[in-house]
């Protein structure tokens, strides 16, 4: 398993220096974009090859993330009263009621991987994990933002970021790390590790130079 988890940890490094180039070199912009949702699915798969002894309770975790996340972003994109008023645009696919599939998939992502951290960190105390990992993924979100707003994930209306989205993806974030504290699964996938980190850093270079 822990040669899986390395040629994982690579495809994911591999992918993500690909789409790097591509959002950075205009002429190729569209065509990455289309190419994200794909993007998405592949780092699922990828995740889901390289996790150890998977039992139920990591298919339902998997389950109840996307369900979680996928509703509260529908709620969102409805009502304009949980992140604030925020609309998606093509990127990121196939919506329903304005809300992209993909997203609960993201949430999957971003959450496993921030708790996979954690994790390989061996940070124990449930406060300390919460706390940590709830910061973590929230300045994630602040490296996405203008990006995502850059290339048409979504926008917001008026063109502002409102403190209220920073806060509810703390709080939120932080009850999807303690049920993946909760979950009784393998924690340990050096490829998720690898997926945070290096979707970070695409983040980062995308917001400073893109």
Request: net charge positive; glycine share 6%; aromatic share 20%.
């Amino acid at each position: 398993m822990k040669a899986t988890q390395r040629i994982c940890a690579w495809l994911v490094v591999l992918f993500f220096t690909v789409g790097l180039g591509g959002f950075l070199y205009p002429p190729y912009i569209n065509l990455f974009k289309a190419l994200v949702p794909y993007h998405l699915l592949l780092m699922l798969l990828l995740m889901m090859i390289s996790q150890p002894a998977k039992n139920r309770f990591f298919w339902l975790f998997f389950l109840q993330i996307y369900v979680a996340g996928f509703l509260i972003e529908l709620v969102g994109t409805q009502t304009g009263l949980v992140f604030g008023s925020y609309f998606y645009g093509a990127t990121l696919g196939i919506k329903v009621a304005g809300t992209p599939l993909m997203i609960g998939v993201n949430w999957i992502l971003v959450i496993y991987s921030a708790g996979m951290l954690l994790s390989s960190l061996r940070i124990r105390n449930i406060y300390v994990f919460l706390v940590l990992g709830a910061s973590m993924v929230t300045l994630l979100d602040y490296l996405i933002e203008p990006v995502a707003i850059q290339f048409d994930y979504w926008s917001w209306d008026p063109a502002v970021i409102p403190l209220q989205n920073y806060v509810v993806w703390f709080i939120f974030s932080a009850l999807l790390l303690a049920l993946f504290y909760k979950m009784d699964f393998k924690k340990q996938n050096s490829a998720a590790v690898t997926y945070f980190v290096v979707q970070f850093v695409f983040f980062f270079v995308l917001r400073v130079w893109g």
